[in-house]
């Protein structure tokens, strides 16, 4: 029996992608799991420019179970941060314009990896993040 996932666009707009994303552990885990696909995003529809990457400006999850790490894809992946195991947030890094992708290489997407996963652990993360072209 596979985990069960779910994710979903909520906005693909101008400027600003929503994604929500829905795990429960069955038997596998998520290593580095693409969630923000930029190259499946909407262009500009000002200039028809190409979304190359995005800046995660919110983010709200509830983890039971599991911590999720929230990876920018790159040669090498850089941590934006992980999200700890049993807990409920909000985090806001809009004073700032958002968390930027610092990777060297940089494909402009988002990943995910459960970390301590077990029969049942779950979480529930939605992510608000400014397009870059």
């Given amino acids: 029996m596979a985990d069960t996932v779910t994710n979903k666009t909520i906005v ?3 400027r600003t992608f929503v994604g929500s994303f829905a795990y429960t552990y069955v038997d596998t885990g998520e290593s580095a799991v693409k969630k923000v696909d930029v190259s499946a995003l909407s262009a500009n529809p000002s200039t028809g420019a190409a979304c ?11 983890t039971i179970g599991v911590s999720v790490k929230i990876l920018f894809d790159a ?6 941060i992980e999200l ?4 409920s947030d909000t985090i806001d890094y809009s004073s700032f314009g958002g968390l930027v992708n ?13 970390v301590g996963h077990g029969a049942g652990d779950t979480y529930s ?9």
């Fill in 12 to 14: 693909d707009g101008p």
């Fill in 52 to 62: 190359t990457g995005v800046r995660i400006n919110k983010i709200w999850f509830s």
């Fill in 75 to 80: 040669s090498t992946d850089t941590l934006a």
């Fill in 84 to 87: 700890p195991a049993d807990y």
């Fill in 102 to 114: 610092t990777a060297t290489s940089p494909t402009g997407d988002i990943m995910f990896t459960t």
């Fill in 125 to 133: 993360v939605v992510l608000e993040c400014i397009k870059t072209y």
